[in-house]
């Protein structure tokens, strides 16, 4: 069983619907990041978050670390968010390091 | 905000020569420096870590002779990939933790965007 779990693996979506995908990791952890990958590769850190709620335009990623659960919700959701979304997590032994799951393809239908 | 270079975003090699990978932080500096593989449809896999002035620490599996991993400076390090063959080929990240800040921001880390290599 991998440490980082991200549910769902592929996910297709009709413009404007609200969006989330969900990431369950098995390890204590000091941060989370959920991060997005443009087809051609570059990588965008969107979050980094180790409580509570973030809100940065019509994305809100959330965390609970009872549960060692998080959420990505993007709102009213847009072709231009087709992309892959990784959550990324830095567990409290490993320092800077971090463990990827195995992302979710995102695909926004106009 | 913080910016991360690569170069070049793609090469094309023949088998048995070595390629040279820049990472570059543009507006700040990086103590830390990571460098990511990542196979198609798969996520991403930790080569090495590279820290500004001392040896990089190489995963397990990774052939530190073969991935030969610079951070001669505070905004850049390099990734050379001796006597290249096919199954080298791969996209290559880096990333890169800035210096000097504290509390949970420390950790922030900020990638590149990455280079495509194709060996022949």
């Known amino acids: 069983k991998n440490e980082v779990e991200q549910s769902p693996q592929n996910l297709t979506a009709q413009e404007g619907e609200f969006i989330t995908i969900n990431c369950s990791y098995s390890v204590g952890i000091s941060a989370l990041h959920w991060l997005q990958q443009h087809p051609g590769g570059g990588i965008v850190s969107l979050f980094m978050?180790?409580?509570g709620k973030k809100k940065h335009g019509r994305l809100i990623a959330t965390i609970n670390i009872q549960e060692k659960h998080s959420s990505l919700h993007i709102t009213a959701s847009h072709p231009r968010d087709s992309a892959v979304y990784i959550c990324a997590v830095r567990s409290v032994t490993s320092g800077s390091r971090l463990t990827f799951g195995e992302g979710t393809q995102l695909t926004v239908n106009p | 905000g913080a910016v991360v270079s690569q170069h070049p975003s793609r090469v094309i090699c023949k088998s048995g020569t070595s390629v040279k990978i820049e990472c570059r932080s543009l507006?700040?500096?990086?103590?830390?420096m990571f460098w990511y593989r990542q196979f198609p449809k798969k996520s991403l896999m930790l080569m090495a870590t590279?820290?500004?002035?001392?040896?990089?620490?190489?995963e397990q599996g990774v052939e530190k002779d073969k991935f030969l991993i610079n951070h001669a400076s505070l905004t850049l390090s390099t990734l050379t990939v001796t006597s290249a063959h096919p199954e080298d080929s791969s996209f290559y990240i880096c990333?890169?933790?800035?210096?000097?800040?504290?509390?949970?921001?420390?950790?922030?880390?900020?990638f590149g965007p990455g280079t495509r290599l194709t060996v022949t």
């Open positions: 990333s890169a933790r800035r210096a000097g800040t504290s509390g949970g921001a420390s950790y922030e880390q900020y």
């Open positions: 507006d700040f500096q990086a103590t830390t």
């Open positions: 978050l180790s409580s």
């Open positions: 590279s820290n500004e002035g001392s040896k990089a620490t190489y």
